[in-house]
């Protein structure tokens, strides 16, 4: 059963529970229940918030500023409501972010959030409410209107909110703007909270954070050697064969260098500890229609060997090769996958090769080995040359360089420069090979020629590791976070600049929790867990220790749910603040136009407007599923 099972089940135990004391009286008057929810009243504070009041002219320019904001917020958020919406009925696949546990603020639950971070989301959420709440209390004592109550919201054990009850009659009395400026008082207080803890966050505490000397190991692949060898997620290499390394650069240095069996010494954040992984050359993933033709969707599969000859690493496979443009691959392992391989052309049945099932063991001759396009791009350089569109290709050479993976062809490219004509060799789907004669174009990201292809990361459309392991780019999750990588730290994370301004660094540190969905390599959730041992503190937050991690999760998680928080209570939609906006900003509008009845006009706008969004957060959720179970997609 699914985690979101026993929450549900916990909640209603929970609600049983809670009526049960309610009907009994034992609860105190203050305490009221209604189902899973759970609002602790209280009139304290109300003098507090009457003396941070007295600087009147100072709060009303504050919050003047904030409905700005506001107005600007709510009109973008309803765009992107209906943009989201209608992008939900279009896509065949949802994304993860719109399945519906990952709308909920819940660790464990949300796919997003996990469980290691609740203290500090659940830190930051109430922080954040009471906050919120606590602004619409202060500008009513600002702007003359008496507040009834004031209190905390639990659902459950969570807290989930703060409110505040101004008196109904007081705030039909106080002119359209004080009101305006009293619903916005909320949202403003999240944005420059969010400004205060980020700032703290990008400034002092992320600089006295550095990435870890060593090779940070963010996963390892089953069945891999480094699994073999008890090499697990969190750990960092720190020495292969006895040479210490400091980056990932130098790992890959080295384990390049290293024989068929190696030494390497991990560091688990307690002990380091030196293991012996033997290494086997597996495919752990592959490019559609792949000369190989292997499918990757489980347990990958090894290349026993080339021509004949033992291979146990990338170098071994390359140095079998040698300058031929193709070459007899022997695969083992899994039977599912290797039954695949035995519909290529020639592939017959391995001899002669070590493994534990004879059955899972094919020889695929022929199969070309370089640079996998995946895609011709249209008009581009070697498609004016002839290539047809959609059809894969090999490119086995570039001006009489032999091309053997991705990387060689980009290295081969880098040193032409554009528009400069060089043959390139290439073998089609059908094995046949062509040599075409390109003019290269630009390349639009770096120095160097382009012939205008989109090319598989690995070699003839497989992805090879002869290890197990992915780097987790500390460092530049660090850089995207303001502070100092170090170098080399890039780790296939986009930098690209966006974090240059102050703005650019909010919008990253909003989006990493969701990394994956924008193309990182993992999801970032703070300085968490085994990820501590992939940073050091340095500097004054030093004396801290580990407690310079546990303050940057309380700010970054801060930070990421009091704008959260803001945006979502601008939606235009009762009884959000956005509502409460549109209204005031209706009631304006309307009050200046020669319509009889401006009430009806009003209300007739506002729930317009709340209906749209609730369809739009619908249809965000389940229009995927609607459309699955009316049988259109």
């Known amino acids: 059963m699914n985690t979101l099972f026993w929450v549900l089940t916990g909640v209603l135990a929970y609600s049983a529970v809670a009526m049960w004391l309610r009907n009994e009286g034992i609860l105190p008057d203050a305490v009221r229940i209604s189902g899973p929810v759970l ?163 990008f400034g002092p505490v992320v600089g006295a954070i550095s990435p870890a000397a060593g090779y940070a190991v963010g996963e390892v692949n089953p069945g891999s050697p480094a699994a073999a060898a008890d090499i697990s997620q969190g750990d960092r290499v720190v020495e292969v064969a006895g040479t210490p390394i400091e980056t990932s650069a130098e790992f890959e240095s080295a384990i390049a260098d290293a024989g068929d069996s190696v030494a390497l010494t991990v560091d688990d954040g307690d002990a380091r500890e030196t293991v012996r992984v033997d290494r ?53 392992g899994n039977a599912t996958v290797v039954d695949q391989v035995r519909d290529a052309p020639g592939a017959e049945d391995a001899s002669g090769v070590e493994t534990a099932d004879r059955e899972a063991a094919v020889t695929v001759p022929d199969v070309p080995i370089g640079a996998y396009v995946v895609g011709v791009q249209e008009d581009g350089p070697i498609h004016d040359a002839g290539a ?53 174009d630009a390349h639009p990201n770096r120095d160097g020629g382009f012939v205008g292809v989109s090319v598989f990361p690995g070699t003839s459309g497989l992805a090879l590791d002869d290890v197990g392991v992915t780097e987790y780019p500390a460092g530049a999750y660090l850089e995207l976070l303001g502070g100092d990588g170090g170098e080399g730290t890039a780790g296939g994370v986009p930098l690209g600049g966006v974090t240059d301004s102050p703005l650019g660094l909010v919008f990253v540190a909003l989006i990493l929790p969701l990394g994956s969905l924008f ?72 009050s200046r136009v020669p319509i009889s009845d401006r009430h009806a006009a009003v209300r007739t706008i506002t729930v317009s407007s709340g209906l749209v969004m609730l369809t739009g957060l619908i249809a965000m959720i389940f229009g995927n599923q609607i459309l699955t179970a009316l049988g259109l997609i």
Request: aromatic share 8%; net charge negative.
């Open 39 to 201: 609002t602790l009243r209280t009139l304290r504070g109300r003098a507090f918030l009457g003396r941070l009041a007295a600087p009147k002219r100072f709060w009303r320019a504050v919050a003047n500023l904030g409905l700005g904001g506001a107005l600007v917020a709510m009109v973008a958020s309803f765009a992107l409501i209906l943009s989201s919406a209608m992008s939900a009925f279009t896509n065949a696949q949802p994304a993860a972010i719109q399945q519906p546990q990952n709308f909920l603020i819940i660790p464990g639950v949300n796919d997003f959030l996990p469980l290691s971070v609740a203290p500090e989301i659940v830190a930051g959420l109430g922080a954040a409410m009471v906050i919120h709440e606590g602004a619409h209390g202060l500008l009513c004592r600002v702007e003359g209107i008496d507040i009834d109550s004031m209190g905390l919201v639990f659902f459950a054990l969570l807290p989930v909110g703060a409110f505040v009850e101004p008196d109904e009659e007081a705030t039909q009395e106080a002119s359209r703007g004080a009101r305006a400026r009293m619903f916005a008082a909320g949202v403003t207080a999240n944005t420059v909270l969010t400004i205060v803890v980020f700032a703290l966050l």
């Open 280 to 332: 086997e050359l597996q495919v752990v993933g592959s490019a559609g229609g792949n000369p190989l033709g292997v499918r990757i969707e489980g347990a990958p599969v090894t290349i026993a060997a080339v021509n004949g000859e033992p291979v146990a690493t990338e170098s071994d496979l390359f140095a079998a090769v040698g300058d031929d443009e193709r070459a007899a691959l022997t695969v083992t």
């Open 388 to 440: 047809a569109l959609g059809e894969p290709l090999t490119i086995v050479s570039v001006d009489g360089e032999r091309v053997v993976d991705n990387g060689a062809l980009s290295a081969v490219l880098g040193e032409r420069e554009p528009g400069e004509t060089v043959p390139v060799t290439v073998y089609d789907a059908d094995g046949e090979r062509d040599t075409y004669e390109v003019e290269l």
């Open 519 to 590: 193309g990182l390599p993992f999801n970032f959730a703070g300085f968490t867990g085994d990820l501590t041992n992939f940073f050091v503190v340095e500097g004054p937050l030093a004396v801290l220790g580990g407690g310079t991690f546990l303050l940057a999760n309380l700010l970054f998680w801060s930070g990421w749910i009091n704008i959260q928080l803001a945006l979502f209570n601008c939606l235009p939609a009762f009884p959000l603040d956005g509502g409460r906006i549109l209204r005031m900003v209706a009631e304006a509008v309307i």
